[in-house]
């Protein structure tokens, strides 16, 4: 309520939060499996219900998911990590056709390997290998994602909706 009274509405949201709790699916716990699935994919899920049911955002808005390259193609050892991703893209998929009305989109971005504080704790080979599995045999920067966000959420978008915009080098 409080965006709506105050402000009026909100002309973009960038749904960002996310964890990992890596294991094989075979030594998965309940509470791993459930903390991910909660924090990447359900609290994405309540708040865009929350902004449709009290019409907060306004017309021409935007919502704009993080994914993954993992909710494209998986990783190993992150099963949870991977759904919750994947159904962060059937969520913009499916929400993008839903918002047409207000007129506003719903996007996704999936980056792949980013070189951030999480990924240099990563093993040397790992790290490695996320650098070479890639065209540009780089690891992305964060900066890479943000400019894509940042596109998605400008009007020079406003022809793309339901859509996932990988940012990974062309890693898959």
């Not at 949870?80 to 047409?100: D, F, H, R, W």
Request: charged share 15%; glycine share 12%; no cysteine.
């Amino acid at each position: 309520h409080h965006l709506k009274e105050k402000h009026g509405g909100v002309d973009v949201v960038v749904h960002n939060a996310g964890v990992t709790r890596d294991k094989t699916l075979g030594k998965m716990d309940d509470q791993r499996w459930s903390m991910v699935l909660d924090i990447n994919l359900s609290s994405q899920e309540r708040i865009n219900d929350k902004l449709l049911e009290h019409n907060v955002l306004r017309p021409g808005g935007t919502i704009v998911s993080v994914s993954s390259q993992s909710g494209i193609a998986g990783n190993a050892g992150q099963t949870n990590y991977g759904t919750s991703k994947a159904g962060v893209i059937g969520m913009v998929q499916s929400l993008g056709p839903q918002l047409t009305g207000i007129p506003a989109t719903a996007n996704a971005v999936a980056p792949g390997f980013i070189e951030t504080e999480m990924t240099a704790a990563m093993p040397t080979f790992t790290r490695e290998a996320g650098r070479r599995l890639n065209s540009m045999v780089q690891g992305g920067l964060p900066v890479d994602v943000a400019e894509t966000i940042s596109w998605l959420a400008s009007p020079a978008s406003a022809g793309v909706n339901g859509q996932v915009v990988r940012v990974d080098g062309q890693s898959l």
